[in-house]
Protein backbone atom coordinates (compact mmCIF):
# COMPACT_ATOMS: atom_id res chain seq x y z
CA UNK A 1 0.00 0.00 0.00
CA UNK A 2 1.49 3.44 -0.86
CA UNK A 3 -0.52 6.77 -0.22
CA UNK A 4 -1.58 9.09 -3.03
CA UNK A 5 1.38 11.60 -3.04
CA UNK A 6 4.34 13.55 -5.66
CA UNK A 7 7.49 12.99 -5.71
CA UNK A 8 8.12 16.88 -6.52
CA UNK A 9 10.98 17.19 -9.17
CA UNK A 10 14.68 18.48 -7.87
CA UNK A 11 16.96 19.22 -11.04
CA UNK A 12 19.39 18.34 -8.67
CA UNK A 13 18.47 15.37 -8.01
CA UNK A 14 20.01 12.17 -8.90
CA UNK A 15 16.82 10.59 -10.14
CA UNK A 16 14.96 11.64 -13.18
CA UNK A 17 12.65 8.69 -13.50
CA UNK A 18 11.50 5.81 -12.30
CA UNK A 19 10.22 2.53 -14.35
CA UNK A 20 8.60 -0.06 -12.71
CA UNK A 21 8.63 -3.54 -14.45
CA UNK A 22 5.39 -6.35 -12.86
CA UNK A 23 6.67 -9.72 -12.22
CA UNK A 24 3.27 -11.62 -11.50
CA UNK A 25 1.62 -14.14 -13.32
CA UNK A 26 -2.15 -13.18 -13.70
CA UNK A 27 -3.05 -15.89 -12.23
CA UNK A 28 -1.20 -15.29 -8.96
CA UNK A 29 -2.79 -12.01 -8.03
CA UNK A 30 -5.66 -12.16 -5.68
CA UNK A 31 -6.85 -8.63 -4.55
CA UNK A 32 -5.19 -5.04 -5.04
CA UNK A 33 -1.71 -3.90 -6.26
CA UNK A 34 -2.96 -1.83 -8.76
CA UNK A 35 -0.39 1.22 -9.64
CA UNK A 36 -3.11 4.51 -9.40
CA UNK A 37 -1.73 7.91 -11.35
CA UNK A 38 -3.87 10.70 -10.87
CA UNK A 39 -6.26 8.77 -9.17
CA UNK A 40 -8.02 7.42 -11.88
CA UNK A 41 -6.27 5.45 -14.17
CA UNK A 42 -4.61 2.23 -12.92
CA UNK A 43 -2.24 -0.39 -14.06
CA UNK A 44 -2.37 -3.98 -12.86
CA UNK A 45 0.43 -5.50 -11.45
CA UNK A 46 0.82 -8.63 -14.24
CA UNK A 47 4.06 -9.76 -15.93
CA UNK A 48 4.56 -7.95 -19.00
CA UNK A 49 3.31 -4.46 -17.54
CA UNK A 50 5.80 -1.68 -17.78
CA UNK A 51 5.41 1.95 -16.12
CA UNK A 52 7.51 4.45 -16.46
CA UNK A 53 7.30 7.51 -14.69
CA UNK A 54 9.46 10.99 -15.71
CA UNK A 55 9.76 13.51 -13.15
CA UNK A 56 11.34 16.17 -15.49
CA UNK A 57 8.12 16.54 -17.35
CA UNK A 58 5.11 15.43 -15.52
CA UNK A 59 4.95 15.15 -11.31
CA UNK A 60 2.02 12.68 -11.67
CA UNK A 61 0.27 12.37 -8.00
CA UNK A 62 0.08 8.37 -7.97
CA UNK A 63 0.16 5.29 -5.38
CA UNK A 64 -1.08 1.81 -4.97
CA UNK A 65 -3.74 0.05 -4.40
CA UNK A 66 -3.31 -2.10 -0.77
CA UNK A 67 -2.04 -5.61 -1.61
CA UNK A 68 -4.59 -8.55 -0.39
CA UNK A 69 -4.20 -12.21 -0.47
CA UNK A 70 -0.42 -12.46 -2.30
CA UNK A 71 2.73 -10.43 -3.01
CA UNK A 72 3.62 -7.68 -5.27
CA UNK A 73 6.61 -8.27 -7.32
CA UNK A 74 8.09 -5.60 -9.78
CA UNK A 75 11.54 -4.50 -10.78
CA UNK A 76 11.60 -0.92 -9.42
CA UNK A 77 14.48 1.23 -10.83
CA UNK A 78 15.29 4.86 -10.37
CA UNK A 79 17.20 6.66 -13.30
Known amino acids: FLIQHK??????SLYKCVILIYL???????????LV?????????????????DFTQNDIKHGVNKVLG??????????
Open 7 to 12: DGFNPN
Open 24 to 34: NKEEEIKSGGE
Open 37 to 53: LDGKIEIKPILGNVAIM
Open 70 to 79: YQRKCFLNFC
